[in-house]
């Protein structure tokens, strides 16, 4: 993986691997897929457009509390592990870091469904990012959390 400061691409493809290979073991566990990185801005993108990427998780009993709703620590785990993509995204490379904060708003319940995660950078600096992540059920796009965090840059 190309170290921070690289002017190389962040592609799909090596978010995928860093996915695979540097998450712990359990996270991969959650059955997390990553759908798409955004490094720069799409045609006709706004000055408010940030670097992101969408990660999914995909629908499990074993991720469920009774009565079938999605469990709110893997909504949590799924929204930390996409800011960190996103980061490398904007980032164009891996660079390692380390979780500071996360304030995790639950919206509505989600159950029988995929999860995606749309995390965004808001600020990419050299000690500290921040990021925002908008949880959707797939099924009907609605969302299902909001979480904002910040991450210290190693």
Known sequence: MPESG???DFGLDDARRTLSDVFAPWVLDLGLTVDAIETAPPPGAGGDWQPGATLRMGFSDR???????????A?????DTAMVIAILAANRGFRPMTTVDQTTHFLKAVASSDVLADARVVRLG???SFGRVTLLSAADGKPVAMVSSAFAML
């Open 6 to 8: 690289t002017t190389t």
């Open 63 to 73: 991720l469920c509390r009774s009565g079938g709703i999605v469990c709110g620590q």
């Open 75 to 79: 909504l949590m785990a799924l929204a």
């Open 126 to 128: 050299r000690t500290m």
